[in-house]
């Protein structure tokens, strides 16, 4: 029986229960959508690619983990929908 290893598409970290994202981006990932759900309410009609092209420029005030997983999705062209539904998997 093989037995399927999955990996972070961003850092190769093997998948335990994840599915996705590995334990750090998730959470990351889990951030990022929250914010981004405040932030358009304070910034009406604020849209995902404009939101993440604002975080490319206060880098400092971003951690790692989201500086990291901002890159992949946007060269990824990963659309909200679907890290919507990513970060609510556990
Ligand atoms: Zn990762």
Do not use: P
């Given at each position: 029986m093989k037995i399927?290893?999955?990996?972070?598409p961003i850092n190769n970290e093997p998948l335990r229960d994840e599915e996705f994202?590995?334990?750090?981006h998730l959470r990351a990932l889990k951030l990022l959508v929250t914010t981004?759900?405040?932030w358009d309410e304070a910034y009406e009609g604020l849209s995902w690619e404009e939101y993440l092209e604002?975080?490319?420029k206060i880098?400092?005030?971003v951690g790692i983990w989201?500086?990291?997983l901002i890159q992949y999705i946007i060269d990824n062209k990963i659309n909200y929908a679907d890290l919507k539904k990513i970060a609510k998997s556990e």
């Open positions: 399927e290893e999955k990996y972070c994202f590995c334990r750090n981004y759900n405040s604002k975080l490319t880098k400092e005030s989201a500086q990291e």
